[in-house]
């Protein structure tokens, strides 16, 4: 069984919380899922860091597809919410490679400029459960990811 993000990287987290204003108590954060956050763009994983933390969720962040590799590989994470078009690896071949080495993939929301239903259905094939297309609003993003997180089971 994969570890959880070990607790250095939650102290990270809570304090980044505690500097955005948003204070919970360990009982709170407990119950909230752990998200992994993977985008090319900084201030993407920023805004997406900042709107998921608001709700409530832990939020971890990879900068690449290789990045997000190496986490998922390593650390349990409820749900995933990745780019697609990113320099070193795209997250298809993310998932493809996460998938071809019997690596549990989180329920995953895909996040494209490029929606085309050929690319949405090799998303599908490869287990993501959720596609948005860019540009999207947050409230309707956090819905999604609101009824995701129903699908996500809590370890």
Known sequence: MKPTVPES????????????????????????????????????????DAALCREGFQVQQASSGKKAYEEISKFKFDMVVMDYDMPDMTGLDTMLRLKAENITLPPTLILSAKGSPD????????????????PFTVPILLDRINRMAGTAKKA
């Open 9 to 48: 990287r939650m102290r990270e987290t809570k304090s980044a919380d505690r500097e955005r204003g948003f204070i919970f108590s360990s009982q709170q954060r407990s119950r909230f899922l752990n998200i992994l956050v993977v985008d090319d763009d900084e201030t993407m994983r920023a805004l997406l």
């Open 119 to 134: 690319l949405v259905k090799q998303f599908i094939d490869a287990g993501a459960k959720d596609f948005m297309v860019k």
